[in-house]
């Protein structure tokens, strides 16, 4: 018998509270947005709700502005991969803005995907603060 595909829905997005990585929570919604007024530490990206995915695998992709690593080279986009731990799991991917600031402005691109197949989406612009 062939298993049923899990439902996955994008539960919120925008600005959140500091995520604590080391946490299973999943860190809390405080503007729903997809213009970010970037400062050094200020957390975004979204929440997908899993329901009927246990043992399943997510894979994910944040491409973003060109910056440089520690050795001067470009960073590639940020990839992984997310074990789906229960049949109601809850997913953050984001990110959260670091010094320098000026060169991780301009577009972020974020998604996620199941099978090979984009399940969520979401393209965030971090601007300068006025």
């Known amino acids: 018998m062939r298993r049923k595909?899990?439902?996955i829905k994008m539960t919120s997005y925008g600005v959140y509270s500091k995520w604590d990585r080391s946490s299973k929570k999943i860190p809390k919604i405080r503007k729903f947005t997809t213009v970010i007024n970037a400062e050094i530490?200020?957390?975004f990206g979204y929440v997908l709700l899993i329901k009927k995915?246990?043992?399943e695998t997510l894979t994910f992709k944040i491409e973003h502005p060109p910056f440089t690593d520690e050795s001067g080279k470009i960073?590639?986009?940020f990839t992984g991969e997310?074990?789906?731990r229960t049949n109601d799991f809850e997913f953050y991917l984001?990110?959260?803005v670091w010094e320098p600031l000026e060169?991780?402005?301009g577009i972020w691109e974020l998604t996620t995907y199941h099978n090979g197949e984009v399940v969520?989406?979401?393209?965030?612009e971090l601007r300068k603060k006025n």
Do not use: S, V
């Open 120 to 124: 969520a989406h979401k393209i965030f």
């Open 53 to 55: 995915g246990k043992g």
């Open 103 to 105: 060169d991780k402005l």
């Open 94 to 96: 984001g990110d959260c």
């Open 41 to 43: 530490d200020i957390e």
């Open 75 to 77: 960073r590639p986009p």
């Open 82 to 84: 997310q074990f789906i």
């Open 5 to 7: 595909k899990p439902t």
